[in-house]
T-cell receptor, first 116, second 113 residues
Framework: AQSVAQPEDQVNVAEGNPLTVKCTYS??????LFWYVQYPNRGLQFLLK??????LVKGSYGFEAEFNKSQTSFHLKKPSALVSDSALYFC??????????????FGSGTRLQVQP | SQTIHQWPATLVQPVGSPLSLECTVE??????LYWYRQAAGRGLQLLFY??????ISSEVPQNLSASRPQDRQFILSSKKLLLSDSGFYLC????????????FGDGTRLSIL
């Protein structure tokens, strides 16, 4: 069975500093990995995905994520945080060999707070 | 471009009343459709998914049901709401390929009194 862990409930960072939101996953085979952001009372917005190829994936709003197969991690990063990045972030995984369920497995979410 | 619509945005219902939440997708055909519930602004629980008209898979036993009467319409229902049905309900769609992301509606906040 596939699973995702986001070990930090909350991450605090000062505006202008780099940010990292951590994600580790567990699957039987190769993973498809996704990051989403959620603002209050809104749905989840897709940020980026890793399918195959380059381990560094670039996405929306200046975010990027690094896939590390040996550490089974897919951490979200941004070189310079903005106050407007404050939101709830979700990591999600789907296993390459998942033929039936056709749904993503989501982590529990990490709240990012960027202080001015 | 594709869009997804959910309504209503908020709903307050008494215990024991029925429920119908609707979700429609535009700009694509034969999407996979999903209903999630999010409790306390945190993790998402998959309730139902559908890969085609009339095809519904349930993830967890519960007081809710889902239907897909048309290709791009997904409905979440209940005959008698419980207090525990309160939450934020999200509809999502994706293309059939496994490497495609899901795209979410703006959700319905359901409060049961």
């Amino acid at each position: 069975a596939q699973s995702v862990a986001q070990p930090e409930d909350q991450v605090n960072v000062a505006e202008g500093n780099p940010l990292t939101v951590k994600c580790t996953y567990s699957v039987s085979g190769n993973p498809y990995l996704f990051w989403y952001v959620q603002y209050p009372n809104r749905g989840l917005q897709f940020l980026l995905k890793y399918i195959t190829g380059d381990n560094l994936v670039k996405g929306s709003y200046g975010f990027e994520a690094e896939f590390n197969k040996s550490q089974t991690s897919f951490h979200l990063k941004k070189p310079s945080a903005l106050v407007s990045d404050s939101a709830l972030y979700f990591c999600a995984v789907r296993e390459f060999w998942d033929m039936g369920r056709r749904a993503l497995t989501f982590g529990s979410g990490t709240r990012l707070q960027v202080q001015p | 471009s594709q869009t997804i619509h959910q309504w209503p945005a908020t709903l307050v219902q008494p215990v024991g009343s029925p429920l119908s939440l609707e979700c429609t997708v535009e700009g694509t055909s034969n999407p996979n459709l999903y209903w999630y519930r999010q409790a306390a602004g945190r993790g998402l629980q998959l309730l139902f998914y559908s890969v085609g008209i009339g095809q519904i898979s349930s993830e967890v036993p519960q007081n809710l049901s889902a239907s897909r009467p048309q290709d791009r319409q997904f409905i979440l229902s209940s005959k008698k709401l419980l207090l525990s049905d309160s939450g934020f309900y999200l509809c999502a769609w994706s293309q059939g390929a496994k490497n495609q992301p899901q795209h979410f509606g703006d959700g319905t906040r359901l409060s049961i009194l």
